[in-house]
């Protein structure tokens, strides 16, 4: 099982921006969800199989998801943040291939991280 290490999380005021980082312990698929108080956990951003990228509606246009091979790290660039936005945001590893926005659901990925919060005050 991969384990995983978010960082980058932190406290901004509304319209301010974010750079979380994954780090894995080895190459896998990876993607980005999130938790706020009293929510279900929901997918953020992925990268599919293909190297496709997929967002859920809410951050569109505002979310850059990446991935560095070579570092075996994930990225979430996240702009424009707003109060909605804020939550525990978890990187997770899936195992076996996966294509389309069907990969954002939480129930493909089997190793998960501790989770690194974020708050976007108004």
């Known amino acids: 099982q991969v384990h995983l290490v978010e960082s980058g999380g932190g406290s901004v005021q509304a319209g301010g921006s974010l750079r979380l980082s994954c780090a894995a312990s080895?190459?896998?698929?990876m993607a980005w969800f999130r938790q706020a108080p009293g929510k279900e956990r929901e997918g953020v951003a992925v990268i599919d199989s293909w190297g496709t990228t997929y967002y859920t509606d809410s951050v569109k246009g505002r979310f850059t998801i990446s991935q560095d091979n070579a570092k075996n790290t994930l990225y979430l660039q996240m702009d424009s943040l707003k109060p909605e936005d804020t939550a525990m945001y978890y990187c997770?590893?899936?195992?076996?291939?996966?294509?389309?926005?069907?990969?954002?659901?939480?129930?493909?990925?089997?190793?998960w991280g501790q989770g690194t919060q974020v708050t976007v005050s108004s």
């Open positions: 080895a190459y896998t698929r």
């Open positions: 997770a590893a899936r195992i076996g291939q996966c294509y389309g926005p069907a990969c954002l659901g939480r129930n493909l990925y089997s190793s």
